[in-house]
């Protein structure tokens, strides 16, 4: 049984004070909601106090990038041991806003997952296809080549310490949300590429989460399918109403 995970992606927003305050109102209600894992992902400049703010409430703390190398001469750069340092135990990585809007590739994707599984961190790593690729009939194939290409040379071992979001580009803060089957399907096409790269157990193990315009009013009827096992959630995430209401909706299914 895999417990589900509500991960919140903050992207670029808030300052100091509202992001601290939005952890807190999340602590408050914490206990609610225990039955699912949360996760909150804020800006790096937040993440030491956004930390200080959980506390030991068991919410989460995560990154939502970080670079490959361990330390050295790449300015503006975080490094996975930075992120630990700090108090994360997740980081997000290829993001499709990362993918496209600042050109990270298959294979950068691949090495960041590699360095924060080294590092003990647990990498979110996020496909998902444009608009145009799912018109064309393309989607399971640029799953595919996106599994292949972030996920390789991992071993069973680490893929279980993995988790994996998939995430329809033309869903993502657009209020356009795939329908429970759509996700459901490229949900199962995944566990079947790692039960084929790997063994059922491992596939098993790991949670797989859907992405894209989640909302408490949409997230029963994703979350009741048989595999999707959270949420990664932008802009619903900066309500804490709106992100518990979410979690709730993961309780009981
Ligand atoms: P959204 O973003 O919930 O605002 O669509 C999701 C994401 O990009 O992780």
């Given amino acids: 049984m895999r417990r589900k995970l509500i991960a919140g992606n903050w992207k670029m927003n808030m300052d100091r004070?509202?992001?601290v305050a939005l952890a807190g109102a999340l602590v408050k209600r914490a206990a609610e909601v225990s039955a699912v894992d949360l996760l909150v992902c804020p800006?790096?400049?937040y993440l030491v106090p956004v930390g200080e703010a959980l506390?030991?409430?068991g919410i989460a703390l995560g990154a939502q990038n970080m670079y490959h190398e361990a330390n050295g001469a790449f300015t503006g750069e975080l490094s996975a041991a930075m992120l630990t340092d700090v108090g994360c135990k997740y980081v997000i990585l290829g993001h499709s806003e990362r993918r496209h809007i600042l050109g990270e590739t298959d294979a950068d994707v691949n090495k960041k997952t590699k360095a924060a599984l080294a590092a003990g961190l647990v990498p979110i790593v996020c496909v998902g296809e444009l608009l145009a690729e799912r018109e064309a009939g393309q989607?399971?194939?640029i799953i595919k080549r996106q599994f292949d290409g972030s996920l390789a040379g991992i071993s069973a071992d680490l893929i279980e310490k993995t988790v994996i979001a998939y995430e329809p580009v033309w869903a993502i803060g657009t209020g356009k949300v795939a329908t429970p089957q759509q996700a459901e399907d490229v949900h199962a096409d995944l566990?079947?590429?790692?039960t084929e790269r790997y063994n059922e157990r491992s596939a098993g193990v790991v949670r797989i989460l859907y992405g894209g315009s989640v909302k408490a009013s949409n997230a029963g009827d994703l979350l009741g399918q048989p595999n999707i096992?959270?949420?990664l959630v932008g802009g619903a995430s900066l309500k804490a109403d709106e992100f518990l209401g979410i979690a709730a909706a993961g309780v009981w299914r």
Avoid: E, F
């Fill in 43 to 45: 800006p790096s400049t």
């Fill in 17 to 19: 004070a509202s992001a």
């Fill in 139 to 141: 989607t399971a194939a």
């Fill in 55 to 57: 506390g030991n409430s």
């Fill in 229 to 231: 096992d959270g949420a």
């Fill in 191 to 194: 566990r079947r590429l790692l």
